[in-house]
């Protein structure tokens, strides 16, 4: 019986190809789109799951409750006092990330070597990090390899760099040309996968650090990010509810002991939780930790999309499979007039509908594979089909089960229920052409066209607002030269060099940048006459020379610049005009602030400038006098950039030999601030697309239907005088009252959907009206041409052709 079925089905797939390409076509396309964004949400979903501890790793999280002050950096003594006061803890790690302390980038050489090689993903860690992670080792020791002084574990990739076809323990590496202290390998590592929140490839003993005297018993310096294996069996909610005795034994008792009055009403405010690492990736927004995450909004709304790219793909099937009723109505009421029943007739549509389904998960499949590359381009990552997975091949035969059946459910209870009397007469076909629920399936699929129209309209406007708001300051040719402490003490006389280049404006030496991935340095701040009064400010402190805000076209709005003549600028600060807000400074000017080490007289007033995401409110800011030579910015004004770049490279190699030149821009940097945001534009707009497509081809299938059924009306109209221009909109006025209906549901959905994803910037634009209307006119106008091309074949047939057998 189910042969003959099957059998059935392929003849009527056979005899109706147009329909049956449109059905598969349509389908393929939905699962296509489905299984690519299964793989992404497979990958976004398998974060850190590698870990064989997983389950019991926590991660320590501060909230001072102050803006944008909830992190994961914590004190250097805390992981000790976890593990000495709480039962519940097994373990505790730490690893330092920050670049102010040598952490992130660095220059590495072999010991027998003379040229460095610039390397990023440095970090220092605790050997107690390795026992928590419980990290492949391929080369040494695991549970000794960070536990000495200078000692260094690096990755698989890079031991292959540097010590190739060799076990490299023991061997040494030189960091930043500092002879005096090489590091010993103390163990290679697997490379870290991409689905880990942790990326590195080098890390640095904790073993012997201190980042000043005292500094690893300092509570009150927040530099570690700090991980805890809980005890088997421990209770995460009992154990995240006791963390408040940290605040009252350690944070409390220094401000007592300080009598720091302004200080402990900020401690009094701190609360502690625990983060569970399978949860860093996907549920960390909010949280300030350095690490580029994923968003679980956007992972549950790309998962949305593709389920209503499928759903429009079912619809397709539904609405022609329904609009074609009458031609199958003499087939149906002939097998009941000959003894079939109900059952057997929908046993045998959704045998139909199932054999659909199985050729376009094998189109789909196909289509997948082949455009994995592209999509893979526009998410930014490096996903692949897991072909050789046991469940791969069970997981598609089942799903491919259960769409034709979901799809082929309504078709085949709508055809199963026809009277065999009002079948054999020939009564169906006025029912077919006009069906209320293909009406609403059809708005359905408008409805979600328009949304994902209106979506990807909005994302694109937000890229352009933040590519092209005015931020405070030029970054318009801007060179960074990186790495420039490899000219060692000759940096004074490198930047003069610099400076003599023609098209060279100004230049200056500093490594904190107003781009995301460049040195930060969180102070609290207070004005010195109100600091048993106030409560302190949280803010940066940057270190500059007196070229900085010239170099970066800043605004000075009150006071002066720093001046080389000026020897007491080296006690002076800059601040911005948030910083003097929050400090309550209404004439700044001559006013001295301090933090907890130092006191500064403010000499200017600096317009405020984005130094990071547009998603963040500007911050309170410092500029001071110091040292941090690292980069230095180079404002250029040349039309030949590429002569400009040789002329700086014959500088560099000059001044560092054994050192190649590295460079950026400044633009560049900020760009790439928002490369996911551009990316979610681009994978939005390519499913906006796909989805457009898939609609139309059942458009086209509905409006072919409906020009062949309504043949001989059309014939009668045009002897009696109706114009090509009458049939058309005889034959389109419906969809186009369909496509208005969907306009008016899709703009409030729309609307609330992408004010929620711009509610993530504290800088963004408004959703225009208009862009409600473009979007519905881009669907209408494709609706209209879609429709068109049948309604215009109708309206030109000769009517003697559809009358002749009246």
Known sequence: MLRSYFKIAWRNLSKQRMYSSIKIGGFALGIAACLLIALYIRHELSYDLQYPLADRIYRAVVDWHMPNSKNSYLPAPLAGALKRDYPEVEKTGRFLD??????????????????????????????????????????????????????IVITKRKADKYFPDENPVGRSLILNDNNGKPYEIGGVIADFPSNSHLQCDFMLTLKGVELWAGEQTHWLANNYQTYILLRPGADATKFQAKLSDIKNKYLMANARATGNAPLAEIFEKVTFSIQPLKDIHLRSEGINDGLRHGDIRLVWLFGAVACFILIIACINFINLSTARSAGRAKE??????????????????????????????????????????????????SLQFPWTAWWLAPLLIVSALVVGLLAGLYPSLHLSSFQPIHALKGNIGRTSRRSNMRSVLVVFQFTVSIALIVGTFVIYRQVRYILDKKVGFDKEQVMLLQGANAVGSRTAAFKKALLQLPGVKNATVSEYLPVSGTKRNDNLFIEEEKRQENVPV????????????????????????????MPTDSQAVIINQTMAKQLGLKDPIGKRITNTDRTWTVIGLVEDFHFESLRENIRPLCLVIGNSPSIISVKVHTADMRRFISSVTSVWDAFAPHQPIRYSFLDQRFTRMYTDVERTGRIFSSFAVLAIIVACLGLFGLSAFMAEQRTKEIGVRKVLGASVGNVIV????????????????????????????????????????WVFI?????????TLLTVSFQSVKAALMNPVQSLRSE
């Open 98 to 151: 920050g670049e102010l302390f040598g952490a992130g980038s660095t220059q590495v050489r072999r010991s027998d070597k003379v040229e460095n090689n610039f390397e990023e993903g440095v970090l220092f860690a605790d050997q107690e990090l390795l026992d928590i992670l419980q990290i492949h080792f391929i080369y040494g020791d695991a549970a000794h390899a960070l536990d000495k002084p200078n000692t």
């Open 730 to 769: 005889l034959l389109s006025k419906e969809f186009i009252r369909l496509a208005l209906i969907a306009i008016v549901i899709a703009s409030p959905l729309a609307w609330y959907v992408m004010q929620r994803w711009l509610n993530n910037f504290a800088y963004h634009i408004n959703v225009e009206w």
């Open 332 to 381: 149906v009421g002939l097998r009941k007039t000959i003894g079939s029943s109900r059952a057997g007739l929908i046993r045998q549509f959704l045998s139909e509908s199932t054999l659909f389904s199985f050729l376009s998960f094998a189109l789909g499949i196909g289509l997948a594979w082949l455009l994995l590359p592209y999509f893979n381009t526009l998410s930014g990552q």
């Open 774 to 782: 473009l979007a519905g006119l881009i669907v209408t106008v494709i």
């Open 538 to 565: 949280s803010g940066q402190l940057w270190v500059a020379d007196h070229d900085y805000v010239k170099t970066m076209s800043m605004h000075i709005l009150a006071g002066r610049d720093f001046s080389v003549s």
